[in-house]
């Protein structure tokens, strides 16, 4: 390790809170208003937060002019402040929102490592790791409310694992039960489901169940219930009791659980997913002692101890409960796993601290051989994927990635704090061309804004909107207004033949189901949004 890598080592590992800020700061500051609105979700929260602030849907959201209960409204809370004390506003607001969530984030995952007793060296190494990972980066520059989800669920951790580990608990449990009533109340029951799942099994494992048994966890499961109450109460106020139990309780929640309409998937849907999301990391596979993982004297040492297990035990629970219980769930989408992802960069970071030379090499050279063979596959097959849009700074962004990987292999022999220095940088530098060239030059690819003008063009000449079998409420935000919209195909031609002059949305291979019943009808716009090519019909 070279004498500057040391010194700068010092001073992040001394001002880590000002280092991440930073870090953040500089990989998002020149992207919060350079690019449109994406499908699906970015589309669609904007429309919910105009609601919020235009219609007062507080409590329950509204998409397109109808409730939206699939998210409860606190992160379009947060929103709305960040409106009201920055200058920032829509669009850039929900950028921004999403810069300091993946911020907030960071944050909980250095509070959970120092929490779980990890030195400095090692909660900054982890924080290092996950600003490193391509997935969670990305999310830094899309909006919705997974990073902030996040947040909470890894605070009440560690403020479960600071209860059950001392003598005597304080006042841990009430403020974990609260982080769980606020992370419940920006996504679902996930938010409480994953804290009590990993803290139950690790409990369980140590034979310490009765911890759960005491006043001050009663007393914060009490503060959670009346935080969740009064938003029932306040369902109930906007919507009526059969919302609240038929729409919210029945088909969002328990419906999605266990025999979902949406994002359905095989048991081994994370087995594949998450070795890609947690890239380059995957990779210190093939550089841990997985021998040991068949050594029955490994297992029976890890039982004949169990009752002294402590933060690594902790950790490896956390991770895997998690895992077992996404994987259970009959509705499955990659997002979900954002939570397993600090306790493996701690795990990771802490094995770094003991990794031989030889190990070490081979870790960085599997990292920087992996950024050369990204870049180098984008720069020779980079006009061969199939983009319905020209992408600008393609051969620039993979440039940058054979330069670090490069750099990387460099400096494999150098020790892991220089290298993780190093792939930091690399990633945030390598954020510049992608964020400034390739995501706005995908906008015609990615968002409904072209075509949403189209309807409001049309809307303003006197035609009425209509969408037929797409997306909820994606045309709303850029459009302007609110349309009626169907996936039953006899509702919709029975809406439209009672006007006059109509705009339709409508995806092409549905289109082509109606086409010979609508024959009046005629295709003014074609668009792939999102790999989906949808079509915009008028009726004169």
Not at 35 to 57: I, T
Not at 62 to 73: A, E, R
Not at 339 to 365: G, H, S, Y
Request: hydrophobic residues 50%; contains cysteine; proline residues 5%.
């Amino acid at each position: 390790m070279t004498i500057l890598a040391k010194n700068i080592w010092k001073r992040l590992e001394a001002h880590p809170w000002l280092t991440m800020t930073l870090a953040v700061f500089a990989q998002t500051w020149f992207t919060l208003g350079n690019r449109a609105l994406w499908f699906s979700d970015e589309v669609r929260y904007g429309n919910a937060y105009q609601n919020l602030v235009l219609n007062g849907k507080w409590m329950v959201l509204s998409l397109n002019g109808q409730p939206y209960p699939d998210k409860p409204p606190v992160y379009f809370w947060f929103l709305w402040l960040l409106d009201t004390i920055t200058p920032a506003h829509m669009p850039e607001v929900f950028m921004l929102g999403a810069a300091l969530s993946g911020l907030f984030f960071l944050y909980a995952a250095y509070f959970l490592a120092r929490s779980l007793q990890c030195d400095k060296a090692v909660s900054l190494a982890s924080v290092l790791i996950l600003l490193s990972t391509f997935m969670l980066v990305a999310l830094f520059h899309y909006s919705r409310m997974d990073l902030m989800f996040g947040t909470f669920i890894l605070l009440s951790h560690a403020c479960l694992f600071r209860a059950f580990n001392g003598e005597k608990q304080g006042w841990w449990p009430v403020h974990a039960f609260a982080l769980m009533g606020i992370a419940t109340l920006i996504k679902g029951p996930l938010g409480f489901i994953f804290p009590l799942l990993t803290s139950g099994v690790f409990l369980a494992w140590k034979g310490e169940l009765k911890k759960f048994l005491t006043s001050r966890m009663a007393l914060g499961l009490l503060l959670m219930l009346a935080m969740l109450a009064a938003w029932v109460g306040g369902v109930i106020m906007t919507e009526g009791s059969d919302f609240l139990m038929k729409t919210v309780l029945g088909k969002q929640i328990i419906q999605r659980a266990t025999k979902t309409f949406h994002h359905r998937e095989a048991f081994y849907y994370y087995i594949i997913a998450f070795p890609l999301a947690w890239m380059p990391w995957t990779l210190s596979l093939f550089v841990a002692p997985v021998k040991r993982l068949f050594s029955p004297g490994h297992w029976a040492s890890l039982w004949s101890t169990r009752r002294q297990a402590g933060p690594t035990a902790f950790l490896w629970i956390m991770f895997a409960s998690t895992f077992i219980f996404l994987s259970s769930l009959s509705g499955k989408v990659l997002i979900y796993i954002l939570p397993m992802f600090p306790p493996l960069a701690i795990i990771i970071a802490n094995a770094m601290q003991t990794m031989d030379e030889a190990r070490t090499r081979k870790l960085w050279t599997l990292i920087g051989g992996l950024w050369i063979v990204a870049g180098t596959g984008l720069l020779l097959a980079g006009d061969l994927i199939p983009l319905p849009v020209p992408v600008r700074g393609m051969g620039i962004a993979a440039a940058l990635l054979i330069l670090g990987g490069g750099t990387m292999l460099f400096l494999r022999t150098s020790g892991y704090r220089t290298s993780l220095i190093t792939l930091t940088l690399a990633v945030i530098i390598w954020i510049y061309p992608v964020g400034l060239l390739v995501a706005p030059s995908l906008d015609n690819a990615m968002s409904p804004k072209r075509q949403a003008l189209i309807i409001k063009e049309y809307v303003d000449k006197g035609y009425t909107p209509f969408a037929g079998r797409v997306y909820p409420g994606i045309f709303t935000y850029y459009a302007g207004v609110e349309y009626r919209e169907t996936d039953k195909y006899p509702e919709l031609t029975d809406m439209m033949a009672k006007e006059d002059k109509v705009v339709l949305a409508i995806r092409e291979r549905h289109w082509k189901d109606l086409k010979s019943r609508l024959p009046e009808f005629k295709l003014v716009d074609q668009q792939s949004i999102a790999g989906i090519v949808h079509n915009i019909l008028i009726k004169d």
